[in-house]
Every structure is written in C-alpha cells, then in structure tokens.
C-alpha cells in the first residue's frame, strides 16, 4: 500500500513540475507557438491549402508521381502458350571442323566417305538416329549421314524456354528484365547499400524512375530499390508511332534495350528480348516492312577474309525477312537473349519468334532505332545483313 501511495505522488509531482516548467518558459517568452496542420498520410497531386503535405504524404506522393501505389501493385503478365516453344525440327549441334558425310547408314558404317562439311558453327536439321555397337549415327534432314564421334555432334538441340510478354492492357509503368542474379541498391549509386532478395535472371520488374549515377544509368524498380543499367533491359510501354506508320499497326526493334515490342491498333501487346547484331554486323536502323515468311530456312555465311566466323544453320524457323538478307527469326542456338550477338538478324527465342510469325503479315512495319545513337546509321556501314 505505501509503495502504490508513493509511486502517485511520484506521477502527480512530475505533472506539477511539468506545469511549472511550461509556465515559467511562457512567462520568460511571452508568446505561444501554433504551426500549420500536418495532413494525414495520404497522395496529394495538388498542394493542398489547409495542411502541409509534409512527412509520409510528401513520400506517398512522390511515389504516385512515379507510378507507384501503395500498396504496391504488381503488374499483371501473361505469357504465350508454352507449346509454341517447341521448334519445327530438332537439330544437331556439329562441332568438328571436318565432318564426313555419307550418302546412306551402309556407307556410313564402312566409313565411305562421299563429302565433307567446311569448318565452323554448324548446327543440321536431324531425322533419325540409330544406335549400333560401333557407334551412333544421325541422318539429316538433307539425307546425309554423319556418324556422332567424328562430327562432334550433341543432340538433340529444339528450341528454348525464354517467352516475352502479352498485353491485354498497357502496365501503369515501363518494366524491365534484370540480366543477372544480383540484389537492387537503396538509392541509385555504388555508394548505396544492397537491399532485399536476390533477383533471378529474366525477372521482370516495374520500372518507375531512370536517374543518371556514377556515370551510368540507374533504374528505379520499386520504393528505395535500384538497378544499374548493365544489369537490366526496359521496356518503354507508351510509344508513338514512327513516322510514316499509319496504321497503328508495326513492330518496333530497340537496339540499344535489345528488345522487340509489337503495337496494334497504336497499342502495345507483346514484348520479349532480342539478339541483335554484334559489331561490326550492327542491324541497320530505319524503318522496313517485312517482305518475304518462310516458316523453315537454311542460313550460311562467311565474312572475314579467312572465313573463320563461318556458319551453316538448318532449320532456322519462323523467318521474316525486312532489310534484304536480315530477318527476324527464331535462334535455337542461343542460350541467351538481351546481348548482341548475330550478324544482323534479329534473333528471339523459338517461342517468340512463333508468336510473332503468327501475327505478323508480309507488309508489316519494321521499325528499327537505337536511342543511345551507338549503332551506325550511314548506309554506307552495312552489307546485306546475315543470322
């Protein structure tokens, strides 16, 4: 009972102290202090004029100017049909620089050899195999036999798993596909701290902001949540249309983003990545219309003086050719997209390349750009293009 007594006399002389001390400093002042209201947290557009959008309402708005809710709203992505994946043919990689060819499975037993395939990338449409004691052997679409030892041959390559993007309706923001496994910083610079999970590679993430940082690009994915260029490709949602396109209908190749985005009807609703070319076998900016399908294709081609960097390529599916000998297609030999490595063409995965031969018409509007200006665009520069 005496130690309640004493804690309540405790409290009320604290409070009489407290009392004392207010006065006494207003009497030392003589004045009071009354500031403006601080609104409630909340999105304010428009500076409001009976409270101060201060605090949580000054961060909340800020994201709102940037496309971000709270709570946050992820984008909702669908994806083409996974059948779509599954190459027209299956193919053999050959990486023997000198690889006999037999006329028939007798002639190929016996090692009697009719030709020989040149040295290089060479990946061969492949109709059946046979095993046998004394080895495995592969006939060709072309009804050449190769015997799997001496051509080096890895079977069976068909196609890959990467898919872009479907769009019923255009995202609230741009997004983007981080490149690698790696963690996002807290603000847009080396000198900020890694934050959050690790991001898997092709992840797909809003982007809300692009700030200029330690002499490259920064892209805000999300609230205090920041990716360097070399590690993400964007995807810009809300496009004009290029001049003299006036149908609403193209497709836009961005080199520099190492990305195709289809439009209709002035709309975007479908979007992957790309391979490009490489330097100096940059894809030539301009615009085009695609002139010539063909739903299976054969690709060769030579252009150092050596011919070391020759490639035969059979099988290639899904072709659209736009800027003589350079087309989109699909490229089941690559194992990446988002990085320049063809010869001219724009590859993409085999499902992608499906979905857009399926939608695309001869006619079609090609529109090729890098923004950053990189890629050359004197006509000079280019030859007719290959895979």
């Known amino acids: 009972m005496r130690l309640r007594w004493s804690i309540l006399l405790a409290v009320i002389g604290s409070v ?3 009392g004392l ?6 009497a ?9 209201t601080i609104c409630l947290p909340d999105v304010y557009l428009q500076s409001p004029t009976e409270c101060l959008a201060l605090g949580p309402s000054e961060k909340l708005t800020d994201w709102a100017r940037k496309g971000i809710t709270y709570p946050l709203v992820r984008p909702v992505l669908t994806r083409p049909s996974m059948d779509l994946n599954v190459a027209p043919e299956q ?48 006939q060709l679409r072309s009804g050449w036999w190769v015997e799997a030892g001496e051509a080096g041959a890895a079977c069976c390559i068909y196609g890959g798993r990467f898919q872009g993007l479907l769009f019923d309706q255009a995202p609230r923001s741009n997004l983007g ?25 092709e992840t797909v993430v809003p982007v809300y902001d ?13 609230p205090d949540a920041w990716i360097e260029r070399r590690w993400m490709r964007m995807l810009e949602i809300h496009r004009p249309a290029p001049e003299g396109v006036t149908n609403g209908r193209w497709i836009e190749v961005n080199l520099y983003e190492q990305s ?61 050719y736009y800027d003589e000998a350079r087309a989109l297609h699909g490229a089941y030999w690559r194992t990446m997209m988002g990085f320049p490595q063809s010869h ?18 001869e006619g079609d509007w090609v529109y090729v750009w890098d923004p950053s200006g990189i890629t050359p665009v004197d006509p000079g520069a280019y030859t007719p293009g290959g895979a």
């Not at 596909?177 to 996002?184: E, G, L, S, T, V």
């Not at 692009?210 to 999300?222: F, N, P, R, S």
């Not at 001219?344 to 695309?360: E, F, I, P, R, T």
């Open 344 to 361: 001219g063409c724009v590859n993409l995965s085999v499902g992608d390349s499906a979905w857009l031969y399926q939608w695309a018409v």
């Open 210 to 222: 692009l700030v200029e940082a330690d002499g490259t690009k920064w892209y805000m994915i999300g």
């Open 91 to 138: 193919y053999l990689k050959i990486s023997s620089n000198s690889t006999p060819l037999y006329d028939s499975l007798d002639a190929a037993i016996s090692r009697n050899e009719s030709r020989t395939l040149d040295p290089g990338l060479k990946y061969l449409s492949m109709l059946q195999r046979v095993d046998r004691e004394d080895g495995v052997y592969y």
């Open 21 to 26: 001390f207010t006065e006494s400093g207003q």
């Open 16 to 18: 009489g102290l407290l």
């Open 28 to 36: 030392e002042t003589g004045e009071s202090f009354f500031g403006e």
């Open 260 to 320: 195709i985005s289809v439009f209709e009807d002035n709309r975007i609703i479908f979007a992957t990545l790309i391979a490009s070319g490489q330097d100096p076998f940059f894809t030539r900016p301009g615009l085009f219309q695609i002139n010539r399908k063909k739903e299976v294709e054969t690709m060769s081609g030579a252009f150092a003086a050596d011919r070391s960097d020759y490639y035969y390529l059979e099988g290639v599916p899904w072709t659209m």
């Open 177 to 201: 596909w981080i490149m690698d496994h790696i963690r996002a910083r807290s603000g847009p610079g080396y000198a900020y701290s890694e934050v959050g999970n690790i991001l898997a590679y």
